[in-house]
T-cell receptor, first 119, second 109 residues
Framework: DADVTQTPRNRITKTGKRIMLECSQT?????MYWYRQDPGLGLRLIYY???????NKGEISDGYSVSRQAQAKFSLSLESAIPNQTALYFC??????????????????FGDGTRLSIL | GQNIDQPTEMTATEGAIVQINCTYQ??????LFWYQQHAGEAPTFLSY??LDGLEEKGRFSSFLSRSKGYSYLLLKELQMKDSASYLC??????????WGAGTKLIIKP
């Protein structure tokens, strides 16, 4: 089973519809992220959460909202979808480990992505 | 502002060596990651550097110079399966990742 699971994997919908993308993880990480990826633009951060009570906007949060229902679940909503939100969406998790030598930066682990098309 | 630069595309021959460069400007610095991403798939972690120098992992090595804001990923004995995009990401003072747009590596037989 995947450690970071995104649903759905593919979605085609119409302009104006409300859409929710879901992410769940079994890694026990506190930090969760939502990114979108467009050809030639790399990964852009939409929202991130460092724990259940902490939600932060990323660089492109307009038109999106999130909910951190539990440590393991982080969902992304498009309130009223528009065609330029067509993209590949990734959820990721990470941990920041406190060691006696200091903070240890840990890599992000990604879900398989949701390919979203808005007509 | 914060910025990551890496070449858009590179081509190399199977069995050869290729070096993918990355320069970064961030508010503070807490390390640099390299990820591999095959088309349509999720990025997967390759390497992490926080101190100056070379980190070697099998056919892949990554180098960091903090004073120059520069890193490279070195891939040896290239295989066709190495055809992918390689993403450079620097960590800022808040431990946030700043991502480059990725370098698409094309391997030719």
């Amino acid at each position: 089973d995947a450690d970071v699971t995104q649903t759905p994997r593919n979605r085609i919908t119409k302009t104006g519809k409300r859409i929710m993308l879901e992410c769940s993880q079994t890694k026990g990480h506190d930090r969760m992220y939502w990114y979108r990826q467009d050809p030639g633009l790399g990964l852009r951060l939409i929202y991130y959460s460092f724990d259940v009570k902490d939600i932060n906007k990323g660089e492109i949060s307009d038109g999106y909202s999130v909910s951190r229902q539990a440590q393991a679940k982080f969902s992304l909503s498009l309130e009223s979808a528009i065609p330029n939100q067509t993209a590949l969406y990734f959820c990721a998790t990470s941990d920041l480990v406190q060691r006696w030598t200091g903070v240890s930066n840990q890599p992000q682990h990604f879900g398989d992505g949701t390919r979203l098309s808005i007509l | 502002g914060q910025n990551i630069d890496q070449p858009t595309e590179m081509t190399a021959t199977e069995g050869a060596i290729v070096q993918i460069n990355c320069t970064y400007q961030t508010s503070g610095f807490n390390g640099l990651f390299w990820y591999q991403q095959h088309a349509g798939e999720a990025p997967t972690f390759l390497s992490y550097n926080v101190l100056d120098g070379l980190e070697e992992k099998g056919r892949f090595s990554s180098f960091l110079s903090r004073s120059k804001g520069y890193s490279y990923l070195l891939l040896k004995e290239l295989q066709m399966k190495d055809s992918a995009s390689y993403l450079c990401a620097a960590t800022d003072s808040n431990y946030q990742l700043i991502w480059g747009a990725g370098t698409k590596l094309i391997i030719k037989p």
